[in-house]
């Protein structure tokens, strides 16, 4: 029998392959990729039976149209997304996220748009055939690694399925919630003192909004001007995901996974580990606020964070 | 030595080696890095997921699940760190095509700098560069220190989409872009040389952190020849 695969009748906007992401080659300029919303990725293959670290479809605003082409599987989808599953007959469902769904041979999945998340995830059940490069399967655009040869999907590519004994599928269901939040805590930055009282009263007690400038890459915010009065510029040095850079012109920016490994600008502050899902899921237009918390807090936020995973994880065993 | 260390977020380690751009503090910086990247390799310490050195500072990342904070800092407190150690530096030797095709920023530099080409080309081709740090975009080396006479500002607009294998100054440094990117250098040229090969995975960057570069200068034909 021939491979299965879905051909892309549609690419959408930003579709890629994600995992957990590419460790230890920051120091040549590789960051870490992987799903920007880690949470969402992680429950999407907990849906679908796989092993947590197997790779997923993440699409951002417009997804793709898929049509599996030899095969029968078992999906799920993830975040906040409006989808349809057009059967071989014609017939549409209205699809359902944190659920899963059997597509026979010649059915379709059309992952029309995200709603309140930037980024969607597909998994299915068993995973993509694709090879790791540097023990990750995640594609970074940037630097033209992975799958697809480091390329975002586009019209007719086709991703190949792993062989699966469909026998062992059984359809699940997830009562996840996410609840909204827009007050994002940090950890004060390396350069903190080098902004102006007024600035980091502002950083701290005043709205920010997102900007169209939103991408793996990062989030650009707009709001009150935050005055630098040492610097606007430091030394290039390393930065991590979640770091809050403000350049010259007074608005910051927040490092997501597919940032650059070293800039120059200074660091107001860092986004808790917690809180980075929900920071890159943030879409265009979208209201935050920043509280400080201390190191340990984030720490025991971390853990509180990592628990209610697990209670998801947990509840369809 | 590190001179202070305190946290980057809740993920990271910021040592910070001081102030100053000089080569002892940066090797100093990449003997940290050298040290710790035997550790890891030799499993000596478990959560540490990414090092990244820079001029002055060496980021330590690491999996908050496995480890933390404190856990880092007092591992890395703990390191004698063995000033003998034989970095395997290289020496790499890269070649430049300077047509004005390539050297896109030729007029800037001459109004800037109030000198003419050839010095400038003479002045950037006679000396040995050392390798500061890589990164930003995958590959790309941050040399130094250039000849005091041809140090010039960032382009006050960067280009939003420099050509690959461009060849850039600013300040002290000199750079390429292994990728089309955005950037703020001045472009003196371009390389035909595959600066960062994603297919060689035990080595895909040809410049690394503590490595000596030299430049040197091809032709237009040389160029739309190369062959590797």
Same mark, same amino acid.
């Given at each position: 029998?021939?491979?299965?695969?879905?051909?892309?009748?549609?690419?959408?906007?930003?579709?890629?392959?994600?995992?957990?992401?590419?460790?230890?080659?920051?120091?040549?300029?590789?960051?870490?990729?992987?799903?920007?919303?880690?949470?969402?990725?992680?429950?999407?293959?907990?849906? =679908?039976?796989?092993?947590?670290?197997?790779?997923?479809?993440?699409?951002?605003?417009?997804?793709?149209?898929?049509?599996?082409?030899?095969?029968?599987?078992?999906?799920?989808?993830?975040?906040?997304?409006?989808?349809?599953?057009?059967?071989?007959?014609?017939?549409?469902?209205?699809?359902?996220?944190?659920?899963?769904?059997?597509?026979?041979?010649?059915?379709?999945?059309?992952?029309?748009?995200?709603?309140?998340?930037?980024?969607?995830?597909?998994?299915?059940?068993?995973?993509?055939?694709?090879?790791?490069?540097?023990?990750?399967?995640?594609?970074?655009?940037?630097?033209?690694?992975?799958?697809?040869?480091?390329?975002?999907?586009?019209?007719?590519?086709?991703?190949?399925?792993?062989?699966?004994?469909?026998?062992? =599928?059984?359809?699940?269901?997830?009562?996840?919630?996410?609840?909204?939040?827009?007050?994002?805590?940090?950890?004060?930055?390396?350069?903190?003192?080098?902004?102006?009282?007024?600035?980091?009263?502002?950083?701290?007690?005043?709205?920010?909004? =997102?900007?169209?400038?939103?991408?793996?890459?990062?989030?650009?915010?707009?709001?009150?001007?935050?005055?630098?009065?040492?610097?606007?510029?430091?030394?290039?040095?390393?930065?991590?995901?979640?770091?809050?850079?403000?350049?010259?012109?007074?608005?910051?920016?927040?490092?997501?996974?597919?940032?650059?490994?070293?800039?120059?600008?200074?660091?107001?502050? =860092?986004?808790?580990?917690?809180?980075?899902?929900?920071?890159?899921?943030?879409?265009?237009?979208?209201?935050?606020?920043?509280?400080?918390?201390?190191?340990?807090?984030?720490?025991?936020?971390?853990?509180?964070?990592?628990?209610?995973?697990?209670?998801?994880?947990?509840?369809?065993? | 030595?590190?001179?202070?260390?305190?946290?980057?977020?809740?993920?990271?380690?910021?040592?910070?080696?001081?102030?100053?751009?000089?080569?002892?503090?940066?090797?100093?910086?990449?003997?940290?890095?050298?040290?710790?990247? %035997?550790?890891?390799?030799?499993?000596?310490?478990?959560?540490?997921?990414?090092?990244?050195?820079?001029?002055?500072?060496?980021?330590?990342?690491?999996?908050?699940?496995?480890?933390?904070?404190? %856990?880092?800092?007092?591992?890395?407190?703990?390191?004698?760190?063995?000033?003998?150690?034989?970095?395997?530096?290289?020496?790499?030797?890269?070649?430049?095509?300077?047509?004005?095709?390539?050297?896109?920023?030729?007029?800037?530099?001459?109004?800037?700098?109030?000198?003419?080409?050839?010095?400038?080309?003479?002045?950037?081709?006679?000396?040995?560069?050392?390798?500061?740090?890589?990164?930003?975009?995958?590959?790309?080396?941050?040399?130094?220190?250039?000849?005091?006479?041809?140090?010039?500002?960032?382009?006050?607009?960067?280009?939003?989409?420099?050509?690959?294998?461009?060849?850039?100054?600013?300040?002290?440094?000199?750079?390429?872009?292994?990728?089309?990117?955005?950037?703020?250098?001045?472009?003196?040229?371009?390389?035909?040389?595959?600066?960062?090969?994603?297919?060689?995975?035990?080595?895909?960057?040809?410049?690394?952190?503590?490595?000596?570069?030299?430049?040197?200068?091809?032709?237009?034909?040389?160029?739309?020849?190369?062959?590797?």
């Amino acid at each position: 029998m021939n491979k299965a695969y879905f051909e892309i009748l549609r690419a959408g906007v930003n579709t890629t392959i994600q995992d957990k992401g590419r460790n230890h080659l920051y120091h040549i300029g590789i960051a870490v990729s992987g799903a920007i919303d880690q949470r969402n990725y992680i429950l999407s293959n907990r849906l =679908v039976g796989n092993n947590l670290d197997e790779a997923v479809i993440e699409f951002a605003y417009q997804g793709p149209l898929l049509k599996l082409k030899n095969g029968k599987i078992n999906l799920s989808v993830t975040g906040d997304v409006v989808f349809k599953i057009i059967r071989k007959n014609s017939n549409i469902e209205n699809g359902i996220c944190y659920k899963s769904y059997i597509l026979e041979d010649e059915d379709q999945i059309d992952l029309i748009s995200t709603k309140n998340t930037a980024y969607g995830y597909l998994s299915i059940s068993g995973g993509f055939e694709l090879e790791k490069t540097w023990n990750s399967y995640s594609i970074n655009t940037k630097a033209n690694v992975g799958p697809n040869n480091g390329k975002k999907y586009s019209l007719k590519d086709k991703i190949f399925i792993k062989d699966y004994d469909l026998q062992k =599928v059984k359809e699940t269901k997830m009562n996840y919630r996410e609840i909204p939040d827009n007050t994002i805590r940090v950890i004060k930055g390396t350069n903190f003192d080098y902004f102006s009282t007024e600035a980091l009263n502002n950083f701290f007690d005043k709205e920010f909004s =997102v900007t169209k400038l939103a991408d793996r890459m990062g989030i650009r915010l707009s709001g009150p001007m935050l005055e630098n009065i040492v610097n606007t510029n430091i030394k290039s040095e390393g930065l991590v995901r979640g770091t809050i850079q403000v350049p010259a012109d007074g608005n910051p920016i927040i490092m997501l996974s597919d940032h650059g490994t070293i800039g120059g600008y200074p660091k107001i502050g =860092v986004v808790v580990s917690a809180d980075l899902d929900r920071v890159g899921q943030l879409t265009p237009g979208s209201i935050l606020n920043f509280k400080e918390v201390s190191l340990e807090e984030a720490q025991n936020i971390f853990k509180a964070y990592t628990e209610d995973t697990d209670k998801y994880l947990n509840e369809n065993n | 030595m590190v001179k202070n260390i305190s946290n980057l977020g809740d993920t990271a380690v910021y040592c910070d080696f001081g102030s100053e751009v000089n080569e002892t503090i940066n090797e100093s910086v990449i003997d940290y890095f050298h040290h710790i990247s %035997k550790l890891i390799k030799d499993k000596k310490i478990e959560g540490i997921i990414n090092l990244t050195p820079s001029y002055n500072k060496l980021i330590v990342s690491f999996d908050l699940t496995v480890t933390n904070y404190k %856990k880092i800092k007092n591992f890395i407190e703990s390191l004698s760190i063995n000033k003998n150690i034989k970095n395997n530096n290289q020496k790499v030797k890269i070649p430049v095509c300077c047509d004005d095709e390539y050297g896109l920023d030729f007029s800037r530099l001459i109004e800037k700098l109030n000198i003419d080409k050839d010095k400038i080309l003479e002045l950037y081709f006679g000396k040995e560069y050392f390798c500061y740090m890589t990164g930003f975009i995958a590959g790309m080396p941050f040399l130094g220190d250039l000849n005091e006479s041809i140090r010039c500002d960032r382009l006050e607009t960067p280009r939003l989409k420099m050509p690959k294998g461009s060849v850039g100054i600013t300040e002290q440094f000199a750079n390429i872009y292994t990728f089309e990117s955005p950037g703020g250098w001045n472009i003196i040229g371009n390389t035909p040389k595959k600066i960062f090969d994603d297919k060689n995975l035990d080595q895909p960057a040809l410049v690394n952190p503590g490595d000596k570069v030299s430049f040197y200068q091809i032709t237009k034909e040389e160029y739309l020849n190369w062959n590797e």
